[in-house]
């Protein structure tokens, strides 16, 4: 069981701390370069990034349902533990949304030359990503504080 927590802990820090990294830091910083410069970078942070999650969402589904079997099944585990894997699932199709959607214009855009079509399909993407953000600092203090009464 012990593995099993540290490999999700681990999972949901990569991805939560990676979108809190974009879209706190790595957006602001880039918004004074210009946009023919900004969105290649931003594409090609995100291509990686984008895999990374992919990683991480095997991980969370494999670990997750893994300890719950070790616990006794959903209908045994405490009530965070639901509140957590309702929320990430809600997490997993934004995601979903944003790869399938918004990614491949940016990228078809990009590789059309049509900055301005890739410029507002990031938008679209930095508002998936900020929601999947706020959901993911819920879900950590869901998991990190429900054992405890937070809910």
């Known amino acids: 069981m012990a593995y099993l927590i540290a490999l999700h802990a681990l999972a949901a820090t990569i991805w939560v701390g990676g979108l809190f ?4 830091l790595l957006r602001p910083a880039a918004s004074s370069v ?13 291509g990686r990034f ?23 099944g959903m209908a045994v585990v405490p009530f ?23 990614w491949r214009r940016v990228r078809a855009g990009l590789n ?22 706020v959901l993911g600092l819920i879900i950590v203090a869901v998991a990190s504080g429900g054992s405890y009464g937070l809910l």
């Open 80 to 102: 965070y533990i639901n509140v957590m894997q309702g929320l990430a699932w809600v997490m997993f199709l934004i995601y979903g949304h944003m790869f399938f959607s918004p």
């Open 50 to 72: 984008f895999l990374w999650v992919w990683i991480a969402i095997i991980v969370l589904l494999v670990t997750g349902y893994a300890m719950t079997g070790l616990l006794g």
């Open 21 to 24: 990294f974009v879209v706190g």
């Open 112 to 133: 059309a030359g049509a900055i301005g079509d890739a410029g507002r399909a990031m938008n679209q993407l930095r508002f998936f990503a900020t929601l999947s953000l």
């Open 34 to 46: 210009p946009l023919g410069e900004r969105l290649p970078l931003l594409s090609v942070v995100l």
